[in-house]
């Protein structure tokens, strides 16, 4: 794991990609939301760089079964081209070879830490921000009872915690949602 210099307009700047590579991997099993986005590889693309993908949608009509003799039905589905911007996140906990030597714990393991905690709380936020532009709107009216929309807009507050009726019928609405457009 060894330091590379860079040089930029602005001066010089300290990277060091393998703590970067173990931050991230440590940081994995803490994320809630980010989790759920994709991550697009595009090397060499920097920030407000523009990265291209494919959106794919479902197939338009759903399998079933099937009889003996019956010809096997054939479906679709589209692929529509987007574009994101690049964002850059970062924050750096500056240390010197010589506290890692003369420090009673390890300095890394605790920078690890810290750096981790930070990482969660601030892409899990930006991708939460993203998810909460959603057009569908779920809120736990009572036990069992919820409001759905789909203009961007709860029409109520939560009066409950989310329990195991909403997660089902959440994930019954997204299955449906999953086997039509």
């Not at 197939?59 to 054939?74: D, K, Q």
């Not at 929309?149 to 709860?154: E, F, L, P, Y």
């Not at 195991?164 to 999953?178: G, N, Q, R």
Request: aromatic share 8%; glycine share 8%.
């Amino acid at each position: 794991m060894g330091l590379e210099w860079v040089t930029s307009s602005l001066g010089g700047v300290l990277a060091n990609p393998g703590l970067s590579k173990e931050v991230r991997i440590a940081a994995q099993a803490a994320n809630k939301f980010r989790q759920f986005a994709s991550i697009k590889a595009d090397f060499g693309k920097g920030v407000a760089d523009s990265v291209n993908f494919d959106k794919i949608s479902n197939v338009v009509s759903s399998g079933g079964t099937l009889t003996e003799t019956s010809t096997m039905p054939g479906t679709y589905f589209t692929i529509v081209k987007d574009t994101l911007t690049v964002t850059e996140y970062g924050i750096s906990v500056p240390f010197t070879g010589k506290l890692e030597t003369v420090s009673a714990s390890g300095v890394k393991n605790l920078t690890i830490k810290a750096l981790k905690n930070d990482q969660v709380k601030v892409l899990d936020k930006a991708v939460y921000t993203q998810m909460s532009l959603a057009m569908h709107k779920y809120v736990a009216s009572s036990a069992t009872a919820s409001n759905w929309t789909s203009n961007g807009t709860a029409t109520l507050t939560a009066s409950t915690n989310l329990n195991a009726f909403h997660t089902k019928e959440i994930v019954d609405k997204l299955l449906m949602k999953t086997h039509r457009i």
